[in-house]
């Protein structure tokens, strides 16, 4: 079963945040974890990191190794205006998505920048200290066209709670149309996100600012054989890393230093083919290679 949420319903949903939007999705639920962290899972499967789907922004895979797979929805880099639509599969159809599609797969399609031709700029206030601001730059060529992105998003999360979050994210995407049958689609991004985490009066977990940060770039090329086969080859590279250290007194004078810093970094190649068979029939063929690795 797929569900798909376009660009109207998006809009229309008043939605700050990508996660809000599961809620129009049959069968998910979405709540907040410690610290105001959203966790989107299909039928309340899932532990505190949003485990066992697997999430595409724009073919790329979104999971963080250090969460066990897990998605952080706080570090997406992309503004809700600049996503064209929103693909939610669910149901055993998922586990042709490989690992981590257990329970659904979503697929998150941007717009190229011959869609976001000119400029966008945009700013929300709010209760509880929401400070939104996002701003787009696109431009069409005979040849293509490119988007440059940039914003940020802050609140200060729940009453009597220490959940201030500040996210700043930037995100460049173009298109090139090589030749007749050949396009090159090179997309690279980074964002920065300071959520506050810790309980009040804990000495074992005291309150605290977490900084967690994250870079891509994501290489495309796909090639037109005919009108019904297509192949592309696809690489792509993340790299994630947070810092949150602090310390725990033991005595009045020593204690321990506490650091759950860790970094994370993802290489993935992939090769796909279409071919029609018939009016009705499409075939779908691939390889694809991945590698992890964590230090923690």
């Known amino acids: 079963v797929t569900t798909v949420l376009d660009r109207e319903m998006i809009r229309a949903s008043g939605a700050r945040d990508l996660v809000e939007l599961f809620r129009l999705v049959p069968g998910f639920v979405v709540g907040y974890a410690n610290a105001g962290k959203p966790v989107a899972a299909y039928h309340g499967l899932s532990g505190q990191f949003s485990q066992r789907m697997q999430v595409l922004l724009d073919g790329r895979s979104l999971y963080a190794p250090y969460l066990f797979g897990g998605i952080d ?11 064209e639509r929103v693909e939610v599969l669910r149901g055993s159809n998922s586990a042709s998505y490989g690992a981590n599609a257990l329970l659904g797969m979503v697929n998150i399609i941007t717009r190229n ?31 293509g066209g490119w988007r440059i992105s940039a914003g940020q998003r802050s609140d ?41 985490i810790g309980v009040p009066r804990n000495a074992s977990d005291p309150e605290r600012t977490e900084t967690t940060r994250s870079a891509f770039a994501q290489l495309r090329w796909r090639r037109s054989l005919a009108a019904d086969h297509e192949i592309s080859l696809s690489y792509s590279r993340t790299g994630d890393n947070g810092e949150d250290r602090f310390f725990i007194p033991v005595t009045s004078s020593d204690g321990l230093w506490i650091d759950y810093g860790r ?25 694809e290679y991945s590698r992890d690795s964590i230090t923690a």
Do not use: C
């Not at 929805?73 to 996503?83: Q, R």
């Open 73 to 83: 929805w706080n570090t997406l880099p992309v503004n809700l205006d600049d996503i």
């Open 113 to 143: 920048g011959s869609q976001s031709a000119g400029g966008y700029v945009s700013s929300t206030v709010g209760n509880a200290g929401v400070r939104d601001v996002a701003a787009r730059l696109g431009r069409q060529t005979n040849r």
């Open 156 to 196: 200060t999360g729940l009453e009597n709670r220490f959940d201030d979050r500040k996210l700043g994210y930037f995100n460049l995407q173009g298109e090139l149309q090589a030749s007749e049958h050949d396009e090159l689609m090179l997309s690279i991004g980074a964002n920065k996100n300071e959520p506050g």
């Open 263 to 287: 970094q994370a970094l993802r290489d993935h190649l992939e090769y796909q083919q279409y071919l029609g068979l018939t009016d009705d029939l499409r075939a779908a063929m691939g390889v």
